[in-house]
């Protein structure tokens, strides 16, 4: 079982950036390809960002919506992702959500990382609001 926090999300204006931190309660956390994912008031949760786990080499994905934009990465060492988010914008606003899990090799991680019944383990959600 891996248990996961978000924190860093808040209330920011159009262009501001936010770093958000997702801590993982496993001591085997670089095993683990991690995501985020978001959810705003009345769509459905969306892709945002993954990066593959170091076990399997190097790798990351983004949406169309943030790419060039918002940059994921891992410290190992730290047992923690972050979704660092530049030139926000209104659409941008939801909750963000980590996410974890072993793809199992860097085939089905391209397949699939985008889709979010490939992770068993979500935290709770941080909230990004961007205001105009």
């Known amino acids: 079982q891996v248990q996961l926090v978000e924190s860093g999300g808040g209330l920011v204006n159009t262009g501001d950036s936010l770093r958000l931190s997702c801590a993982a309660s496993?001591?085997?956390?670089?095993?683990?390809?991690m995501a985020w994912f978001r959810q705003a008031p009345g769509k459905e949760r969306e892709f945002v960002a993954a990066i593959l786990n170091d076990r399997l080499g190097t790798g990351t994905a983004y949406s169309d919506d943030v790419k060039g934009r918002f940059t994921i990465s891992r410290d190992n060492a730290k047992s923690t992702a972050y979704l660092i988010m530049n030139s926000l914008q209104v659409d941008d606003t939801a909750v963000y959500y980590c996410?974890?899990?072993?793809?199992?090799?860097?085939?089905?991680?391209?397949?699939?990382?985008?889709?979010?019944?490939?992770?068993?383990?979500w935290g709770q959600g941080t909230q990004v609001t961007v205001s105009s």
């Open positions: 496993t001591s085997t956390f670089n095993r683990y390809d």
């Open positions: 996410a974890a899990d072993r793809l199992g090799n860097p085939g089905r991680w391209r397949q699939y990382n985008s889709n979010p019944r490939s992770y068993e383990y």
